[in-house]
């Protein structure tokens, strides 16, 4: 009796689906369309290249079972990989199943230079044409090596972990391999010293460096332009993915879904994951437990404030590097009035050089206590949501934690509004991470608190004088 494809699939597909997880299932398999059955080759239609690879090297064990107990020992599969709008023009690629006993697979995954007519199946984010892997920039900024990270107390873990990493990146304790500390202290040089490491080491191994709002916004186009399985298939080709200031996925569940994939097959495959973030998992809020659990796998490392010897020594670096000679009084001197960071202390030479190119003066103690007391004076405090919070609810004599708590209560909901607000007016957090780290609410909730705050100024005196008050503080 003979069978007809679509059936013979659905009846492979049911068994496949109690072998592997609902996750694979869905991403490698529901795609799949069965196109033909003649004799006992069924052909099926698989979106890219790279899909019928992973297939092959994941699943062919499974395949295999399944399709002979459909069409018996002579069973074989073809492929045909969509790589354009029109597909007639596309030949299948054979994989032969062996009719022996013997388990071992006759032909390994064809190797097949695929066609590249027509629209490549996977779209690279990058904009780089193609699914070659050595087309795909890293995008690392080769001057943030290993010897220009200046190592010290503050830093030598996540150093000497980074390095590691480097050379022999999936295959550490590692992986991830998750580097926070406070903004200006050297996470997003590290972390491109290791993937620059890796490219030295291994120049075959895709290295790829995205900033998480960068990665945000690809998916938002991938999922408006229906290439969500592309943009998931790209960033699973990647033997090394750094990514930058992973916090900012705060209250995005849909992105961190789909990072979650990512993540997930990454790890599975053996490939290195670097992240960074401005606090360690514990403290991430807005964060999915699964995702959080998963960055504790591997090793968290702090960067800490340089001390006064590290910041001498930053600063004897950068002066090398540039050509520049500054007597070591007045690099101490610097080094032990600019404190808080790294991007600070560089600044501050930057701003010393200015000064004394366009007036024609030698650097000097005297001018670096110029041109400090006139740095110090000008710049604003860095602002965080959590120190934002903080200088509310002391004006209103309440605790931080009250802002986290459900109540209806007219002061703390006034206090959480005036937090949104303030959080939305002086930090550069988007709107989810804001509603995440203040009552653990959504965008929307952040806008209408902005909204309500703006109409209370204008009709409210003694409202407008909370607000008033609250700002002075938060910008002394």
């Not at 650097?363 to 004076?377: G, H």
């Not at 804001?434 to 959504?442: H, L």
Request: glycine share 4%; aromatic share 8%; charged share 25%.
């Amino acid at each position: 009796m003979s069978k007809d494809h679509s059936a013979v699939w659905e009846n492979c597909l049911s068994i496949i689906k109690d072998n592997v997880p609902s996750i694979s299932f869905k991403t490698w398999f529901e795609p799949v369309v069965p196109v033909n059955l003649e004799d006992q080759v069924l052909t099926i239609q698989v979106p890219s290249p790279f899909f019928y690879e992973y297939l092959e090297e994941q699943y062919i064990d499974l395949l295999r079972k399944t399709l002979r107990k459909e069409l018996g020992s002579g069973a074989k599969l073809e492929y045909v990989v969509v790589m354009g709008n029109n597909h007639s023009n596309n030949q299948p690629y054979t994989v032969k199943y062996p009719t022996t006993n013997n388990s071992k697979i006759e032909n390994k995954p064809l190797n097949i230079p695929f066609k590249t007519e027509g629209k490549p199946s996977i779209k690279n984010p990058f904009i780089i044409p193609g699914i070659q892997k050595l087309q795909i920039d890293p995008q690392l900024k080769l001057d943030n090596t290993f010897d220009n990270f200046v190592e010290g107390e503050c830093n030598r873990l996540a150093r000497s972990a980074g390095f590691a990493v480097s050379q022999n990146p999936g295959g550490t304790a590692f992986n991830p391999l998750m580097i926070y500390g406070n903004s200006g202290l050297g996470k997003t040089h590290l972390a491109h010293a290791i993937g620059i490491e890796v490219k030295e080491r291994f120049p075959d191994k895709v290295v790829l460096y995205v900033n998480a709002n960068k990665f945000q916004t690809q998916f938002t186009e991938a999922t408006r332009n229906n290439n969500r399985n592309d943009f998931l298939n790209f960033y699973q080709m990647v033997d090394v993915l750094i990514l930058d200031d992973v916090h900012e996925f705060a209250g995005k569940e849909k992105t961190q879904e789909t990072f979650f994939h990512i993540f997930n097959h990454l790890h599975q495959s053996a490939k290195q994951l670097i992240l960074t973030s401005d606090k360690p998992p514990i403290e991430l809020k807005g964060m999915e437990q699964r995702l959080l659990s998963r960055f504790k796998w591997g090793l968290t490392a702090d960067l800490q404030i340089p001390d006064f010897e590290t910041r001498k020594e930053i600063l004897k670096r950068k002066t090398y590097k540039d050509g520049i000679v500054i007597s070591d009084e007045v690099l101490e001197y610097i080094a032990s009035h600019i404190t808080n960071n790294v991007r600070e202390l560089e600044g501050a030479l930057v701003s010393l050089l200015a000064q004394s190119t366009l007036n024609r003066k030698e650097i000097t103690i005297e001018l670096a206590s110029d041109m400090i007391n006139k740095l110090v004076k000008n710049s604003k405090r860095e602002l965080s949501i959590d120190y934002i919070s903080k200088v509310v609810c002391d004006y209103f004599n309440m605790t931080v934690d009250s802002l986290q708590t459900k109540t209806r209560k007219r002061e703390v909901v006034q206090a959480r509004q005036l937090a949104m607000y303030f959080s939305k007016n002086l930090t550069k957090s988007s709107l989810a991470s804001i509603g995440s780290q203040i009552g653990n609410k959504d965008h929307a909730t952040v806008l209408h608190a902005c909204k309500t705050v703006n109409n209370l100024k204008e009709t409210d005196k003694n409202f407008r004088l909370f607000v008033d008050e609250i700002e002075k503080k938060l910008k002394m």
